[in-house]
């Protein structure tokens, strides 16, 4: 009985700490872990304020001791959204997080706001704004730079447009580069193109001897996992390099997480890659005349298997937290934050020094 109720404790304490994982923010800096004095929380916390109260805009500031289990950009995410940083109908909100153990700072921008700073934009601040003055372990003065930045192109559009010239002429790749990047993506998709199909062939015919009866369904069911797992392992060859050309030319590093991370995408994915494989099957079917379709749960037909699957085998079995303290280093019920109903959709930057 006690050993129940020591384990009905230990259940109820962890679902209490997971709903509460995140902080619930009072102040426009909030400095958890306890990298600013003071007078520097307030004096930033002061500005802020005076930046809200000017252009509606919300810049908050929330430091912590370490993620845990948690990546910064969900982290950011989470905390965003959660205390609604920014106005409900302009979504003009940003929160810079700075994690000391982890050495990570990321610039979360909500859904309004990230026209202007984006995720360029947000990525050369943290690089050669904040993270320099991180590495000598002046944590205030990066964070306050960075904010004052920030603050500095929302206010001045000039600035701004200045500031995105910066960095297209930093990123501009000359004629031939592009030139070489572009053959060696060629002949990696060409390459995956091809095992992909020679590879996707065979789930097909996977199905049409389903359709047939021909092929057991509980050994088809097998050598369709087989075939499914060679097939995506080579599409590897046309995804990767497809993924490293938008990440040179693109800030946001994190897409891929994002697309893997929504359960609903892998699902969806799934069920095109088999039905369509199953649809093409009986296509093929059909305009071979063959429509007395049978199934069979377990008997294969011998000479079927060795003609059609003879190199099936050896072509498959090549491929084949939050932790630290909740508490804001002051509190002041003059200068509270409330956020105004914001959204952010994961736009903005990470870094690490």
Not at 27 to 35: I, W
Not at 122 to 131: E, L, Q, V
Not at 302 to 323: D, E, H, I, P
Request: with cysteine; glycine share 10%; proline share 2%.
């Amino acid at each position: 009985m006690t050993k129940k109720i020591c384990f009905v404790l230990l259940f109820v304490s962890f679902f209490v700490r997971s709903q509460e994982q995140y902080f619930q923010l009072r102040d426009f800096v909030t400095d958890s872990a306890a990298v600013f004095t003071v007078n520097d929380s307030q004096s930033l916390n002061q500005r802020l304020i005076e930046f809200e109260q000017e252009t509606t805009n919300q810049i908050v500031v929330l430091t912590i001791q370490r993620l845990g289990a948690n990546t910064i950009e969900s982290y950011a995410n989470a905390v965003f959204n959660a205390n609604k940083i920014g106005q409900a109908e302009k979504d003009n909100g940003i929160l810079i997080l700075f994690s000391k153990a982890d050495r990570e700072v990321r610039i979360e921008v909500g859904y309004g706001l990230e026209p202007y700073i984006t995720d360029a934009v947000a990525s050369r601040i943290i690089r050669n704004t904040m993270i320099p003055y991180f590495k000598e372990a002046a944590y205030y003065t990066g964070v306050e730079q960075g904010t004052e930045q920030l603050i500095t192109f929302l206010e001045d559009p000039e600035a701004l447009a200045e500031f995105k010239q910066e960095i297209e002429a930093e990123n501009k790749t000359p004629v031939w580069a592009y030139l070489i990047i572009g053959l060696l993506v060629l002949v990696f998709v060409g390459y995956g193109g091809f095992i992909f199909y020679k590879q996707y062939s065979q789930v097909i015919e996977i199905f049409r001897g389903l359709l047939l009866g021909k092929l057991g369904i509980l050994p088809g069911v097998f050598m369709l996992l087989g075939g499914s797992i060679s097939t995506l392992a080579s599409s590897a060859f046309i995804v990767i390099p497809l993924i490293v050309v938008y990440s040179i030319y693109n800030d946001d590093k994190d897409f891929v997480l994002q697309f893997l991370e929504n359960p609903r995408t892998l699902l969806w994915f799934l069920l095109s890659f088999f039905g369509v494989a199953a649809l093409i099957a009986f296509i093929k079917l059909k305009r071979a005349g063959n429509t007395d379709f049978k199934l069979s749960w377990y008997k294969n037909d011998k000479k079927y298997m060795s003609k059609t699957f003879s190199s099936f085998g050896s072509a498959s079995g090549s491929s084949g937290s939050y932790s630290g303290s909740s508490s804001s280093s002051f509190s002041s019920s003059s200068s509270s934050f409330s956020g105004g109903g914001g959204s952010s959709g994961g736009g903005g930057a990470s870094g690490s020094w």
